[in-house]
């Protein structure tokens, strides 16, 4: 349980800082900063918003940008619903909170509507919930937004799966380009029951109309939740009787998710594995701990994690300040530090055409500053009594994940393993920048070349090749692991691999690339 404390002390600590919890976010559909959730409250994309006044008046809709995402309440069952039938208490599908809705989605409009009425109903009930429940019982959802041009239906009123031809023929943005594709009898379709709809409430006085945004109304729902738990028990993780959760939230490490860490839904078989009668006598976690303990988890990841395939990688401290990733290039690099060998190109302007920069006479030394400096950056946000957490998550079925490594360390014992790794394992690489305009609209390539370690994915591809297959490569991440944060010695069978195809040059593919510097290298 001690990655679960970690994570919940992290929680505790970065939840009273508004930089981590209300984040500046894109409104152009762009990549946002991800916010800490509170309890009780999940993360959405949503496709349609829709503005009321405060009497539930329906007043204007709009498609929102692709791939935008919310954070609106959730309960236990519908934060991780994946095919089950469970609504979301505000912020739903069209399918749940249209009253008129008829398509190929099963009308779920009851199971929701009494849902948001028993919250209206209750001591914890907010304007801006009573305003939503006023205007989804009226049932007229789908006709303004169909009036809106938002949704499209045939002459019969049911929803269609594709575009008409005209607007297939005009390319013009509609709700079409920003739901999945999915097989229906081998058919192609996009159901519009599935479009996310978000609610803003203009209300006198109120300077928040956007639901997402609106504080009150979290806690409001917060307090709702809290009071219809009922199962109490010992929470393991901070050892107080409390209301327990039984089901544990998903989308940890990217929205979607489905796998958990922790989950107990086997009831035949070899039920808890023969050790347990009832799944609360093998783990107990808080309901708030749970939520506060996965919230912090999903927030790191999606903030300063690895990626590799589903696996993934993050080190973090309690305080939410910057951590380098040890799985990551944390070392910037920029003009000053690296030898250049330009790509001449035709076309391009004269400029492009210049010979190579000249190379720093003492490139271990340009290294051994910039690797100074980054590491004096973390070190100014942090303190020397902070404590470092390293975990990596993987899943070995779509519904289960697990924790593969953890370590937990101090601050100095972490950077010095860091530079280390770095000392030990530098080398002259190249690097492939984003590549810039030469003129007349052409683009420039350049390859640079920087001294830096390589990171664990860049092994795995020189030891096993280009197209290694996920598995390997996931696993030759995990072995690695130890030797940047331990201090491990390489594994010998890498070294090996690493060797054989370095020696085997006729097999390796060219760059292509020209320039002295350029001549000879081979990429894996």
């Known amino acids: ?71 609106i309440p959730a309960t236990e069952d519908s934060a991780g619903r994946t095919s089950g039938d469970a609504p979301h208490p505000l912020d739903d599908k069209i399918h749940y909170c249209a009253k008129d809705y008829v398509g190929g989605k099963k009308n779920l409009y009851a199971m929701y509507a009494a849902q948001l009425q028993a919250w209206c109903d209750s001591p914890h009930s907010h304007p801006k919930a ?13 006709h303004d937004l169909l009036a809106c041009g938002i949704l499209h239906a045939d002459a019969a009123g049911t929803l269609l799966t594709e575009p008409a031809e005209e607007d297939k023929d005009t390319g013009r943005d509609s709700i079409f380009n920003r739901l999945q594709p999915k097989k229906v009898n081998g058919v192609t379709v996009r159901d519009q029951g599935d479009a996310l709809v978000v609610w803003s409430v203009v209300l006198p006085g109120d300077m928040e109309s956007r639901t997402w945004k609106d504080v009150s109304l979290q806690r409001a729902w917060m307090a709702y939740d809290a009071a219809q738990m009922q199962q109490k028990g010992l929470c393991m993780v901070k050892g107080e009787e409390c209301v327990v959760a039984t089901k544990h939230p998903r989308n940890i490490r990217r929205p979607g998710d489905g796998a958990k860490l922790i989950s107990s839904n086997d009831a035949a078989n070899f039920t808890f594995r023969g050790r347990f009668l009832e799944a609360d006598e093998a783990c107990t976690v808080g309901y708030v701990t749970s939520h506060k303990v996965h919230n912090a988890l999903r927030w790191l990841i999606a903030r300063q994690g690895y990626r590799n395939g589903e696996q993934a990688v993050v080190a973090w401290a309690v305080s939410g300040a910057p951590v380098p990733n040890p799985c990551g290039d944390f070392l910037a690099v920029n003009d000053e530090d690296f030898l250049r060998d330009d790509v001449p190109d035709a076309s391009a302007d004269a400029a492009s055409d210049a010979p190579p920069k000249t190379p720093p006479p003492n490139m271990g030394f340009v290294f051994a500053e910039r690797l100074r400096k980054a590491l004096a950056g973390y070190r100014a946000d942090l303190k020397d009594t902070d404590g470092i957490a390293i975990m990596a998550l993987d899943a070995a079925s779509p519904g289960r994940l697990a924790v593969t490594f953890y370590r937990e360390q101090m601050l100095e014992q972490y950077l010095s393993k860091l530079e280390k790794w770095q000392e030990d394992c530098a080398w002259v690489l190249p690097v492939r920048p984003p590549e810039e305009k030469a003129g007349r609209g052409k683009k420039r390539k350049r390859t640079v070349y920087a001294a830096y370690a390589p990171t664990p994915e860049t092994i795995a591809r020189v030891a096993y090749g280009r197209r290694i297959d996920d598995s390997l490569r996931k696993a030759t991440v995990e072995r690695l692991l130890p030797c940047i944060v331990d201090g491990a010695p390489l594994p010998r069978d890498i070294m090996e691999c690493c060797v054989r195809r370095a020696c085997n040059r006729v097999a390796l593919e060219s760059l292509g690339m020209a320039g002295s510097a350029g001549r000879g290298l081979r990429h894996v």
């Open 130 to 142: 009573r305003a939503v429940y006023a205007y989804v019982s009226k049932g007229t959802l789908v």
């Open 1 to 71: 349980m001690s990655w679960m404390q970690k994570l919940f002390e992290t929680y505790e600590a970065c939840a009273r800082n508004s930089d981590y919890t209300e984040p500046p976010q894109a409104e152009d559909g762009g990549r946002e900063t991800p916010a800490l959730m509170p309890v009780s409250h999940t993360s959405q994309q949503a496709q349609i918003c829709v503005t009321l006044d405060g009497q539930g008046n329906f007043v204007r809709a709009e498609l929102l940008p692709p791939k935008t995402q919310f954070i």
